[in-house]
């Protein structure tokens, strides 16, 4: 079996020994490596060379985009070029532990139908020895969603929130290929895959940290509650709330519909139908809107279709407010 990574690469070279050298002394050890830089500024294809110099046991495939592509397009690039039977996506900053390799394969051949497995991590401070907690409760993804998975009913968490990160993730190669065009716009790569898995035989998550994923102040996506409300008060001016979950179950749910079981097909029909009215209700008056968000979460349409519902709830609440109030300004 031939194993690859598709690793995305932009100004990292401040980390991104760390984790060559963690990819490089697996206990499994990856066949090759495809890397796409998003035109660096820094050293980092530098740095890249020198390992291609000194590991030539390994395949390497290095690739410069001018001008840059963006994340899921660049991942996306990075997948296509692959050759192995399975592909690891890999960030630039992490570290990943020696038996990341081996003990997500052992994953594949436990489930042979399934097409994509993910892995639970350490969230680390810069300093990766300094442990900040298990990544899984951040989400969350707790033991009540990952019994979902081992029933059948992954759906019931994917459509309410992406729980699968790249930095974390294997697939087979002929799946990810089948899932490509990735959706333009703000979807994530990963987000895209997890949907998909289900469609083309199955998605099993890895119950131990296998790595460890660094936060520090240049992340492209952070774990935790704080980044995600550092990353959407930056946005809240530009970007409506509901505007990724509106486009999300949009993508999904009109690519697929044909394919998924009735139930499914219900549940994302109503996630669907639930992300357009909220879409809507922005056209509609400060109390008309209210109305709507009030109703909503007490009706439990919240905490049918989004997760975490009551913290989406507060940001829908709090977009509505300033923007209607006109205090946005």
């Known amino acids: 079996m031939k194993l690859s990574v598709a690793m995305c ?179 994530l790569h990963d987000d895209w895959l997890a949907l998909c898995a289900p469609v083309y035989g199955g998605i099993v998550p890895v119950d131990e940290r296998l790595i460890a994923y660094r936060q520090h102040g240049n992340n492209e996506v952070g774990a935790g509650l704080y980044q995600h409300a550092v990353r959407w008060l930056k946005n809240a001016r530009k970007r409506k709330p509901w505007a990724h979950a509106v486009e999300r179950s949009m993508c999904f749910y009109e690519t697929y519909r044909e394919r998924l079981t009735e139930e499914d097909n219900k549940q994302f029909f109503s996630w669907y139908q639930f992300n357009l009215k909220r879409d809507r209700m922005s056209d509609s008056g400060l109390f008309a809107s209210l109305g709507f968000l009030f109703l909503n979460l007490i009706n439990g349409e919240y905490r049918k279709n989004v997760c975490p519902f009551l913290a989406t709830w507060v940001q829908d609440f709090i977009y509505i407010f300033l923007t209607k109030t006109g205090r946005d300004e």
């Not at 991590?121 to 081992?150: C, H, S, Y």
Request: net charge negative; hydrophobic share 35%.
């Open 9 to 187: 690469t932009h100004n990292g070279a401040e980390y991104i020994r760390d984790q060559l050298d963690s990819i490089l002394s697996q206990a499994l050890p990856i066949s090759e490596i495809v890397i796409c830089d998003d035109d660096s500024e820094d050293d980092t294809l530098g740095i890249i060379e020198e390992y291609k110099t000194d590991y030539q046991d390994t395949d390497w495939k290095i690739y410069r985009n001018r001008p840059a592509l963006g994340v899921t397009s660049n991942f996306e690039k990075a997948i296509s070029l692959c050759t192995g039977d399975i592909i690891f996506t890999s960030d630039q900053d992490d570290v990943w532990y020696e038996k990341k390799v081996s003990r997500m394969i052992q994953a594949f051949e436990e489930n042979p139908k399934a097409v994509l497995v993910f892995c639970n991590a350490d969230v680390t401070e810069a300093d990766t020895t300094m442990i900040r907690g298990e990544f899984w409760k951040t989400i969350p993804f707790d033991e009540t969603q990952r019994n979902k998975f081992l029933t059948g009913d992954v759906y019931d968490v994917l459509r309410r929130h992406n729980v699968v990160t790249g930095a974390m993730m294997a697939m087979k190669r002929d799946f990810a290929l089948q899932c490509m065009p990735f959706p333009k716009g703000g979807m």
